[in-house]
C-alpha cells in the first residue's frame, strides 16, 4: 500500500539532517525518502515521483545546480534548497536554475514546514480569498487590506505588490520576478528602486512598529517573501 | 702711459680687486654673489655688459645677465662646447675675441641682445681643477677692446671668486643634506623612506635613481624614478656591486654598459641593498658635488637600515600581537562556545531522561533556553564568519538600499526572547530615504547593539534608538540605561577581545564592538561610544550616502 501524505525526496549527504528531519516530518503528514548524492537523487526521482525535493547544495558527488537542473529536467516537483551557503548569488543562481525557494541553514522546524506548505499550495495553486498572518487580513476578493481592527488604505501599486506575495506567500520572489509582475515589460529608469520604496511604503503601512515581527522580509540581494504563519516567525516563542 | 699713471691703474684695480673679495664674501647667497661678481668686473675693467653662471651637471648654466647696472632677464644652458661658457667648460682657459661680430663660438641670441662687439670669458676654477662657474664680460667702454691687464685682473678676479663660490656651494651642500636627512626623520613609513631617497637624488643631481634591495636571495628593485629602465645589463651591475660591495656600472671599470652607475649601501659594514644612479652622457658632478653625492648615499644606506630594523620591530610586535590574539581568541572560544554548548547539552538530556518527571512548564523552559542558546551560538559563528571574511578581504560590502527600519527590526527578531520583554522607543522620520547598506552587516550590528543595550542595563529600563540624516549622512544613535562604561575603558571598548572588567568576566567575547566597528568602517563609517549623560551609554555611528542619488521614501509614487 502506498504511504500517505505527500511524498519529500530528501537529498542531503548529512546524516544528522537526515535523520532529524526524518524524524520530524512524517508526524507532520509527510512521506521521506532519502538520498545521500546527486547521482542517486537522478536515478530514484522518476521512481519516487516526489511531491516536493528538498535539495542539499553542497553534495559530494555533483554541483548543486548542475542537480537542480537535472532534476527539473526529470520531475515536476518543487525544488527547495536547504543550505549552508547564505550568499546572494548562490541563492539567486539556484533560484534561476530553477529552486523554487531557498533556505539557508540553520533552519527551525516551523520554518521548513511553512516553506513546505506554501510551495506545495503555491504549485497546487488552491488559492484562498483571504489571507491572513499574525494580525494581517486581507481580503482578496474585496481589496480588503486590515492590520488588527483597521483598514488600511494602500495605493494600487502597493496593493499589486502584495497581491503578488500573497500568490507566492511563504516563498521568496526575486527583484526580476516581481517588476515583471507589477509593470510588465514597461520600462523605468531604476525598476528595482521603484521597487524598494514601494515595499518601503508597504511596509510601514502594513507594519508601523518596528518592535512587531515582520511580515513581508527582506532576502538581502535576491528579493522578498511574504511569511505566512506566525510560528515560522524567528523567537517563536513570541506570541506564545 | 707713464709709471705714475701706471702705478695709478693698479692702485686702483688692487683696490678694485679688494672691493670685490669684500662683495663677494658678504653675499648672503650664490645668486646675489654672481651678481655682484659681474657688476664688479663690469666696473673693474669699464666693460658694458657682462654675465656670469655655475656648472651644472648638464653644463653651464648662464644667467645674471647686467647691461650696466640694468639686470637682463636672460638665462640658458650651454652645454659643453656650446657657446663661450661650453668653451671654457671643455677646454678649462679663457676666451678672448676683440672681434665678436664675427666670432664662430659666441651664442648667437647674445651677441645681439647685447650687441656684443668684443668679450672676454674667464672660467671659474677651484683647487680640485675643476671649473665650477665662469664669467663673460662685453664691449670695454674705451680702446680698442681688452687688455692683457683686463685679462689679468679678471683672472685674478676668477681666483678670489673661486674659493667664495666653492664655500657656498660647500654651505648649499649642507644645507641639502640637513633638508634630506630631515625629510628622512620625519619620515616613517619605509617606503616613503626610499621614495625620499629618490626625490632628494633628483632635485640635486638631476639623476634618475633606483634602490635595489634583496629579496630571497635576490636584488629585487623596490623604488625607481619614472622612465628609469632597469634591464638585464642594468641588473647584472647591481648583483655584481650588491656581492662585491663595490661600484660597478657606467663610468667604473664593471659592466661599464650599463646605463647607471650603481653603489653598494652600505651600513654596519654590511651591504644592505644597491643605489644605482643613472649616468647620462657629458654630465658632470664637481668635486664639492661628488662629496655631497657620497653623503647622501651613506645618509639613504643609514636611513633605508633604520627603516629595515623598524620592520623587523613591527613583524615581532605584530606575531607577538597576534600571538596574544591568538590566546585571547582561544579563551573567548573556548569560553563563549562552550557556556552554550553545555546550557543545550544540559536542557536535552534533562528533557530525554526526565521520563515524565517534568511538568509541561518546565519542558517548555528548558526547551526555550537550548533554543535561545542554539541561536547565541549562530550568532556568534556569524559574528566570527563576516569578520574574518571582511578582515581576509574574502568579502566585500554589498550595498542595497535598504530602510532603517527594517535592519532595525530584522535585529530585534533575531535577538528574539532577549529583546521580547523590552521596552524599546524609536525615534526616526517617516521620510527617512533609503540608504545603501549592507543589509547583513548593519543588521549585525544592530543586534551586537542591542544585545549589549540589554545585556547591560536593567530590564525595566528603555532602550532608544534615533535615525537621522544630517549632512548627506544616515546618523544612527543607540541609547541605553545601563551601567554606563567607566572613562578609562572609553578609548579600548572597540578593541578586539576587549571587555570592561567591572562588568564582570562573563557575557560575550568582547568582539561584539568591534565587529561594529569593522562593519561600519567597511561602509566608510564611524563609530563611538560616550557615556549617558542621564546614565548608561550612547553608541552612534554615520554612515555616508549621497542623498541626490536616492529617492525618498516619503513621495508619492506611480
Known amino acids: 500500500m502506498e504511504r500517505p501524505g505527500p511524498r519529500i525526496l530528501l537529498v542531503d549527504d548529512e546524516g544528522s539532517i537526515q535523520h532529524t528531519l526524518s524524524t520530524v516530518l512524517p508526524p507532520a503528514g509527510y512521506t521521506v525518502y532519502q538520498v545521500r548524492n546527486g547521482k542517486e537523487a537522478l536515478q530514484k526521482v522518476q521512481s519516487i515521483r516526489p511531491d516536493l525535493i528538498l535539495l542539499d547544495l553542497g553534495l559530494p558527488d555533483m554541483d548543486g545546480t548542475e542537480v537542480i537542473h537535472h532534476l527539473r529536467e526529470r520531475a515536476i516537483a518543487p525544488i527547495i534548497v536547504i543550505s549552508v551557503r547564505d550568499g546572494e548569488n548562490e541563492k539567486v543562481t539556484a533560484l534561476d536554475t530553477g529552486a523554487h525557494d531557498y533556505l539557508t541553514k540553520p533552519f527551525t522546524l516551523p520554518e521548513l514546514l511553512a516553506r513546505m506548505r506554501a510551495t506545495l499550495r503555491s504549485v497546487n495553486a488552491t488559492q484562498d480569498d483571504v489571507f491572513a498572518v499574525g494580525n494581517l487580513r486581507v481580503d482578496l476578493r474585496r481589496r480588503e487590506v486590515l492590520v488588527g481592527e483597521s483598514t488600511v488604505n494602500l495605493t494600487a501599486t502597493e496593493y499589486d505588490l502584495l497581491k503578488v506575495l500573497i500568490h507566492h506567500a511563504g516563498n521568496v520572489r526575486t527583484h526580476h520576478e516581481l517588476i515583471l509582475e507589477l509593470w510588465g515589460r514597461t520600462q523605468y529608469q531604476d525598476p528595482v528602486h521603484l521597487l524598494r520604496v514601494t515595499m518601503s511604503h508597504l511596509r510601514r503601512k502594513l507594519q508601523p512598529d518596528p518592535m512587531m515581527p515582520r511580515y513581508i522580509v527582506t532576502e538581502p540581494g535576491v528579493g522578498y517573501r511574504l511569511r505566512t504563519e506566525s510560528s515560522h516567525y524567528p523567537g517563536n516563542a513570541r506570541h506564545a | ?558
Open chain 2, 1 to 558: 702711459m707713464d709709471d705714475s699713471s701706471a702705478q695709478k691703474e693698479t692702485e686702483h684695480s688692487l683696490r678694485s680687486l679688494l672691493r670685490l673679495s669684500d662683495k663677494l664674501n658678504s653675499a648672503s647667497d650664490l645668486d646675489s654673489l654672481l651678481d655682484s661678481l659681474v657688476e664688479q668686473l663690469l666696473e673693474l675693467t669699464g666693460a658694458e655688459s657682462g654675465c656670469a653662471g655655475l656648472r651644472t651637471s648638464q653644463g653651464m648654466s648662464c644667467g645674471h645677465f647686467f647691461l650696466g647696472t640694468k639686470v637682463v632677464p636672460l638665462s640658458y644652458l650651454c652645454a659643453p662646447g656650446v657657446g663661450w661658457a661650453g668653451w671654457l667648460l671643455q677646454h678649462g682657459a679663457h676666451y678672448l675675441a676683440n672681434d665678436a661680430v664675427h666670432d664662430p663660438v659666441i651664442v648667437p641670441a647674445v651677441r645681439e641682445r647685447l650687441g656684443v662687439k668684443s668679450g672676454l670669458a674667464v672660467p671659474i676654477i677651484d683647487s680640485e681643477k675643476d671649473v665650477i662657474a665662469f664669467y663673460e664680460i662685453y664691449n670695454k667702454r674705451a680702446g680698442d677692446g681688452f687688455t692683457r691687464a683686463d685679462l689679468d685682473h679678471c683672472l685674478a678676479a676668477a681666483q678670489i671668486a673661486s674659493l667664495a663660490i666653492h664655500n657656498r656651494l660647500l654651505n648649499r651642500n649642507l644645507s641639502a643634506l640637513a633638508a634630506f636627512s630631515q625629510s628622512l626623520t620625519v619620515t616613517g613609513d619605509f617606503d616613503q623612506i626610499l621614495e625620499v631617497v629618490g626625490s632628494h637624488i633628483e632635485k640635486n643631481f638631476q639623476r634618475r635613481s633606483v634602490i635595489l634591495l634583496p629579496v630571497n636571495g635576490g636584488l629585487v628593485p623596490r623604488s625607481r624614478s619614472a622612465e628609469f629602465i632597469l634591464n638585464e645589463s642594468e641588473l647584472a651591475a647591481a648583483t655584481w656591486s650588491w656581492e662585491h660591495g663595490q661600484a660597478a656600472g657606467r663610468s667604473t671599470e664593471i659592466l661599464s654598459a650599463a646605463q647607471a652607475q650603481y653603489l653598494p649601501l652600505q651600513a654596519r659594514g654590511e651591504v644592505i641593498g644597491v643605489l644605482g644612479v643613472e649616468v647620462t652622457r657629458g654630465a658632470w658632478l664637481s668635486n664639492v658635488q661628488r662629496q655631497l653625492f657620497r653623503a647622501f648615499v651613506n645618509q639613504s644606506a643609514l636611513a633605508i637600515e633604520r627603516g629595515l630594523l623598524e620592520q623587523k620591530m613591527r613583524r615581532l610586535r605584530f606575531l607577538e600581537e597576534s600571538d596574544k590574539v591568538q590566546n585571547a581568541v582561544l579563551n573567548a572560544i573556548s569560553h563563549d562556545v562552550r557556556a552554550p554548548l553545555a546550557a543545550i547539552t544540559v536542557s536535552l538530556s534533562a528533557l530525554m531522561t526526565s521520563n515524565g518527571a517534568l511538568d509541561q512548564a518546565a519542558q517548555h523552559q528548558l526547551l526555550e533556553t537550548a533554543d535561545l542558546e542554539a541561536r547565541r551560538l549562530h550568532r556568534l559563528v556569524n559574528n566570527l564568519l563576516s569578520m574574518t571574511r571582511l578582515e581576509t578581504g574574502a568579502s566585500t560590502v554589498k550595498t542595497e538600499p535598504h530602510d532603517l527600519l527594517e535592519l532595525v527590526s530584522a535585529a530585534l527578531e533575531e535577538l528574539g526572547a532577549s529583546g521580547r520583554h523590552r521596552q524599546v522607543s524609536f525615534d526616526i522620520p517617516a521620510d527617512l530615504p533609503l540608504v545603501p547598506m549592507d543589509f547583513g552587516l548593519i543588521t549585525h550590528v544592530f543586534i551586537n547593539l542591542f544585545s549589549n543595550a540589554f545585556k547591560f542595563s536593567p530590564p525595566d529600563q528603555p532602550v532608544e534608538v534615533r535615525g537621522h540624516i544630517i549632512d548627506d549622512q544616515l546618523e544612527v544613535l543607540v541609547a541605553d540605561r545601563g551601567v554606563g562604561v567607566p572613562p578609562e575603558d572609553l578609548g579600548r571598548v572597540f578593541d578586539k577581545f576587549y571587555r570592561v572588567a567591572e562588568l564582570g568576566p562573563t557575557n560575550g567575547l568582547g568582539l561584539g564592538l568591534a565587529i561594529c566597528k569593522a562593519f561600519i568602517e567597511a561602509h566608510n563609517g564611524r563609530i563611538n561610544l560616550e557615556n549617558n549623560p542621564m546614565g548608561g551609554t550612547i553608541v552612534r555611528f554615520v554612515i555616508p550616502f549621497h542623498q541626490a542619488a536616492t529617492l525618498r521614501v516619503g513621495h508619492s509614487q506611480p
